[in-house]
């Protein structure tokens, strides 16, 4: 009877300290939102949202924090479940499959990364994301996906959603995006971004040209923060579908997406919208059909 009693009372104490800090982590944001008010309503993206990025030695991290007209109700119902976040994850234009699968480890997200146009899976880099929803309470919720192994030798990959509800019945999302890399990564992303992508830029802005236009920021961290966006504008085109028929929602989430990353061509233009959305129909049929061989 010690032992039991003794065992309830550490499961308390532990459900205590996960309320604590889950209560610690939704103040954090709020407050986080607060300080951000003034650039959310004057943002040069033309909607309420900032986006930040920063690069060390051996990483790279985007962080996007946004205001969307949601309830958190509506936002934590269809951003809770690991089937959804394939949804939202096929829309990117990378990604070329992606099946939830529960295990002893946990639910696990096999996704395929690769790249712009139709391919088939073999030819593309798999990645493992183990899906936790680490937090999800009536005013707080964080959802993690995080994989050991990435595509150019990078590695340690880590998504992160945090969502908390604001007054007005609006919601605050903080959508995380970052990865680490070693020489032989580093190296990888170097040639990548010295041939295929030695023209693309972020939406950072380095500084001012001499034709007094913007010098935006290039090279690794101009690719997380072309990545982040993209992500997020997936989660933004997935909330905006809820509300539409069953049979519907696939295709206004497909429009949605390509239309919103047309807003910033400079960064995210690769394809015509007839191809987007031919590819992207192929995509999600195969990603609905029967599981793959675990050594596709």
Known sequence: ???????????????????DADAIAAASLRAKYEGLQNRLDHSRFHQP??????????GVSGDIYARVAYPFATVRAA?????DWCDIL?????TKYCRAASGRQGVVLDVSIGKKHDQVLKDAYRVNFAYRVA???????QVGLDAEQGPFNT????????????EAGDTFIHFSYSFAYGLAGRL????????????????????TGADGKPVYIGGIRGLVERNTMRYYLAIEAFLGAVSAAPQERLERRLRDWFAASERYPRQLHELDQDEYLDMKRKEYLRQQSARRAPAD
């Open 1 to 19: 009877m010690r032992l039991i009693a003794a065992a309830l009372l550490c499961l308390g104490a532990c459900s205590a300290g996960a309320a």
């Open 49 to 58: 949202l900032y986006l930040d990025s920063s690069q060390t030695a051996d």
């Open 79 to 83: 951003l809770k479940n690991p089937g």
């Open 90 to 94: 096929i829309l990117h234009i990378n």
């Open 135 to 141: 937090a999800q309470t009536p005013n707080y919720l």
């Open 155 to 166: 590695r340690d990959y880590r998504i992160v959603l945090e969502a908390v509800p604001l």
């Open 188 to 207: 990888a992303l170097q040639v990548y971004l010295g041939t295929i992508g030695r023209d693309k830029v972020g939406f950072g802005v380095a500084g």
